[in-house]
């Protein structure tokens, strides 16, 4: 994914590390971990994306997270840009949008419900490279034994946030 030099960021601290926000002037475009899997190229190095703590998308974004970090939010209500995927990726995460608070399902229900039932791998692959960690709850998919099994954020974050939606008591702050 190439992403515009124009957008805007922000850091917003989770309990489960640092987390860097990302929109244009209209969506969010991005949330990811500092140290996760598959970041984008701009945050690799130095990032070309502007500091802007009081963007209103970002802003929002904050704190509708930390609402659901507080047990006060069982639902974002964003508008996101999700544009910068192939349109298969687009599928899937539309399908991840679907998946309801506290569930979970499984790689071959996300090929099933974008009609591609033999696309599993590849429904696995685009859930590991989602932009929006979280707000698209991609932690809530499992192995088809229910097992956890990747996530780009690591299977401890994974773990918290399940048991964040549970409503069991997360294991205290990852960082």
Known sequence: MKFPASLAQRHFHSPLGPIVLVASDQALVGAWFDDQAHLPRELEGQST???????????HASRQLKEYFDGQRRQFELALDLSYGTAF???VWQALLKIPFSHTCC???????????????AVGAAVGRNPLSIIVPCHR??????????YAG?????TFLLHLESGQSPQGNLI
């Open 107 to 121: 790689y071959a229900d996300v090929a099933c419900a974008i009609a591609n039932p033999k696309a599993v791998r």
């Open 89 to 91: 990726q687009q599928a």
């Open 49 to 59: 994306w502007h500091n802007a703590p009081e963007h209103p998308v970002l802003r």
């Open 141 to 150: 998919v499992l192995g088809a034994d229910g097992t956890l099994t990747g």
């Open 154 to 158: 690591g299977l401890e974050r994974k």
